[in-house]
């Protein structure tokens, strides 16, 4: 079957940095998103990889490994508007995308 | 604003009632998607309609039913649900044929089912 793993929840505080892993396993890969969304609100599109690598936009970044099937996102001088869940997303062979349940991150002053 | 307007944003209904979910997008996306969200769980795909007609239907059961009248609108009706179905549906489109098929989403519309 296909699965996506990404932590529950995680704490961290202003102005630190966190690293949300994120780790799958779907039939056929056509590149990775991550998603932010904040409580009540819709998800909103943050990165792309399709390539090995890092890919830097601002305070955000996204690493991806396709041979190790996993993925981390990046988080830099952390604000509290940070704080909202993080979804990871493969798009797979059929270009169907396949989430996981999203990691809630809490920003403590 | 991501461009996907969905209506209502909170709905309760009894389980013997019928009722809409409406989405429209302003994009000029040719595909457009339902998704229910239910706490901790990854989001799941009910519906895919590209170019008017739909194309995916992951096992939804019946008292769900969508309605695409055009590429902009989207509907979803339902009719006797259940308590478990309770959930943020969330409406989303994107333009397919792309490799990078960034879907948009609306705000999503909080069902309480009682």
């Known amino acids: 079957g296909q699965n996506i793993d990404q932590p529950t929840e995680m704490t961290a505080t202003e102005g630190a940095i966190v690293q949300i892993n994120c780790t799958y396993q779907t039939s056929g890969f056509n590149g990775l998103f991550w998603y932010q969304q904040h409580a009540g609100e819709a998800p909103t599109f943050l990165s792309y990889?399709?390539l090995d690598g890092l890919e830097e936009t601002g305070r955000f970044s996204s690493f991806l490994s396709r041979s190790k099937g996993y993925s981390y996102l990046l988080l830099k001088e952390l604000q509290m508007k940070d704080s909202a869940s993080y979804l990871c997303?493969?798009?797979?062979?059929?270009?169907?995308?396949?989430w996981g349940a999203g990691t809630k991150l809490i920003i403590k002053p | 604003e991501t461009g996907v307007t969905q209506t209502p944003r909170h709905l309760v209904m009894g389980m013997t009632n019928k009722k809409s979910l409406k989405c429209e997008q302003h994009l000029g996306h040719n595909a457009m998607y339902w998704y229910k969200q239910s706490a901790k769980k990854p989001l799941e795909l009910m519906f895919v309609?590209?170019?008017?007609?739909?194309?995916e239907n992951n096992s939804v059961p019946s008292r769900f039913s969508p309605e695409c009248p055009n590429s902009s609108h989207l509907f979803l009706h339902l009719h006797t649900l259940q308590p478990e179905d309770s959930a943020l549906y969330l409406c989303?489109?994107?333009?397919?044929?792309?490799?990078?098929?960034?879907?948009?989403f609306g705000q999503g519309t909080r069902l309480t089912v009682v």
């Open positions: 997303a493969v798009l797979d062979s059929n270009y169907q995308l396949i």
């Open positions: 990889n399709v």
């Open positions: 309609y590209n170019f008017k007609e739909q194309t």
């Open positions: 989303a489109s994107s333009q397919e044929g792309q490799g990078n098929t960034e879907a948009f």
